[in-house]
């Protein structure tokens, strides 16, 4: 109950296109919900993040979506850059509890 | 410049041996984490503190030590009982744990290999 599950394990995605990552949960407790974006051979950094008293959160190309009767959020990157080539881990945690992270999902973006 | 600073970027272990990663934060944060990363596994928990002189055990904690003397440092030492350490570890802090949702900053992680 305390997994998150996220897919796809990697994603390939065209230039301008968007990539869509996605991240189930079961625990109803869970009241935030960060993403984390990190390159490679560098730790993650905090991208954008969702509590559940919303549905969408949006910060520039990067959009969180999140569906509290499917226990399910997503991360939408619009008109995706080479640049957002990354790993990007979706995590969940209850108030005072530590973070729980997803597998994370490989994101390559072709010219 | 405030962050999180982890040395060595690359270490290699011999059969047998204890191996110490250092992780040290001038961002005046109370909560450090220690996270192993293995290819399709994500992030792991394996050793947290909220304060010094107090740790926890996360997730994977077998194998593992780890001592929080003072608020700017959390060093890791990965044992000769940790049979399969080859993998990239991370260190992370944040403001304090109590308060929740609260933004972890990650370092840039050290390599460890198995020789």
């Known amino acids: 109950q305390q997994q998150v599950k996220q897919s796809p394990q990697s994603l390939i995605v065209q230039k301008g296109g968007i990539s869509i990552i996605n991240c189930a949960y079961e625990?109803?407790?869970?009241?935030?919900f960060p993403w984390y974006q990190q390159f490679p051979g560098k730790g993650p950094a905090l991208l954008i993040a969702?509590?559940?008293?919303?549905s969408e959160k949006k910060e520039g190309r990067f959009t969180i979506s999140f569906n509290k009767s499917a226990k399910q959020f997503s991360l939408h990157i619009m008109d995706s850059q080479p640049g957002d080539s990354a790993t990007y881990f979706c995590?969940?945690?209850?108030?005072?509890?530590?973070?729980?992270f997803g597998t994370g999902t490989r994101l390559q973006v072709f010219p | 410049d405030g962050g999180i600073t982890q040395s060595p970027k690359y270490l290699f272990r011999k059969e047998g041996q204890n191996v110490t990663l250092s992780c040290e934060q001038n961002?005046?944060?109370?909560?450090m984490y220690w996270y192993r990363q293995d290819p399709g596994q994500g992030l792991r928990l394996i050793y947290y503190?909220?304060?010094?002189?107090?740790?926890q055990k996360g997730d994977i904690a077998e194998g593992y030590s780890v001592s929080r003397e003072k608020k700017e440092s959390f060093p890791l030492t990965v044992t000769s009982a940790q049979k399969n350490p080859t993998a990239f570890y991370l260190c992370?802090?944040?403001?304090?744990?109590?308060?929740?949702?609260?933004?972890?900053?990650f370092g840039s992680g050290t390599q460890l290999s198995v020789l």
């Open positions: 992370a802090s944040s403001i304090w744990i109590r308060a929740g949702n609260e933004k972890l900053f």
């Open positions: 961002l005046n944060h109370d909560a």
């Open positions: 503190s909220q304060i010094v002189n107090d740790f």
């Open positions: 625990n109803t407790a869970f009241d935030y």
């Open positions: 969702i509590r559940p008293d919303v």
């Open positions: 995590a969940a945690s209850m108030r005072t509890d530590k973070l729980i």
